[in-house]
């Protein structure tokens, strides 16, 4: 009984093991590689066996921050794993081989907003890409009310803001689905 109670045990490792090699472990949304960092963002900074330099912080407004040693940088717009590198080139003048993990801690800056007639209106913070239909899910979809095929979504590009028009009916039925664009931070998703 003892050997036949083992032997299932071993199987049942054996197949986890299989599983998680075939599929993987679900990677958590901002450990993506493809997440750029937003102002309002917390990052938690850590430097191997360097305690005074292990801080918290935020980026500001204008997308930069401010570290020991290190000074202003420029983070928004960057990857985890680029900010890590450039943390890493700048401390090399005062610590060497300095080993630096950043993780991103709280994301406060990549928000989407959704206003007008929907269940729900208010800022969604996502952590991986969005499309409107995603979004306007979040958002409990429109109220009985609402004019699905004349969704605006309001972008801000180089200081100018554009409207992209969003036709509800065209991509729910499949027709063109090219009009469910990926959203970007800041953008807001208009349903008159």
């Known amino acids: 009984m003892i050997r036949l109670t083992r032997f299932f045990a071993a199987v049942a490792v054996i197949g986890c093991m ?15 590689k493809s997440y750029l960092i937003q102002p309002g963002d917390t990052l938690q900074v850590t430097v191997w066996k360097e305690q005074d ?9 204008d997308g930069a921050l401010s570290y020991p040693l290190v000074g202003e940088i420029q983070a928004a717009g960057k990857t985890v794993e680029a900010l890590r590198d450039e943390f890493a ?6 610590i060497p081989d300095p080993v630096v993990t950043i993780s991103a801690k709280a994301l406060g800056g990549n928000q989407i907003y959704v206003i007008g007639r929907v269940q729900h209106p208010g800022g969604f913070p996502f ?3 969005l499309d409107v239909m995603e979004v306007l899910s ?19 590009e180089n200081g100018q803001q554009r409207a992209i028009r969003f036709h509800y009916d065209e991509v729910a039925h499949g027709h063109d689905l090219s009009e469910n664009i990926v959203l970007q931070s800041g953008d807001t998703v208009v349903v008159p």
Do not use: H
Request: hydrophobic content about 50%; proline content about 8%.
């Open 138 to 156: 979040l958002a409990g979809g429109g109220t009985p009310y609402a004019s699905m095929n004349r969704i605006l979504i309001l972008r801000r």
């Open 127 to 129: 952590v991986k890409p």
């Open 18 to 32: 299989a599983f998680q090699v075939a599929w993987g472990d679900p990677v958590p949304a901002a450990a993506d």
């Open 53 to 61: 330099l292990s801080l918290e912080v935020i980026v500001r407004s």
């Open 89 to 94: 080139k700048r401390l090399k003048n005062f």
